[in-house]
């Protein structure tokens, strides 16, 4: 599926997918396209819009804990059956 090329300055939709070249562009100072990606992600951080970086850091830590909790899980005294 080919990406969608939109401008940096129209309206924001309620969520937003980053690809790589992006993300890239936004933390690497020497990128080119740096200064640009930077604001735009400025902008969807004040606009509140949700990226797919919100997203995957949301679901990683949702696997961290899921886990941690499986790991805590042996340890955990067994409830009385009812």
Do not use: G
Request: aromatic letters at 8%.
């Amino acid at each position: 599926m080919p990406a969608e090329i939109r401008s940096f300055y129209a309206p924001l939709e309620p969520s937003i997918y980053w690809d790589s070249s992006f993300s890239i562009a936004v933390h690497d100072t020497s990128h080119p396209h740096h200064r640009d990606c930077l604001a735009f992600a400025l902008r969807c951080k004040q606009e509140k819009v949700v990226t797919t970086m919100r997203l995957t850091i949301a679901i990683l830590l949702l696997l961290s804990l899921a886990a941690f909790a499986s790991a805590l899980e042996p340890n955990l005294p067994h409830q009385r059956e009812l």
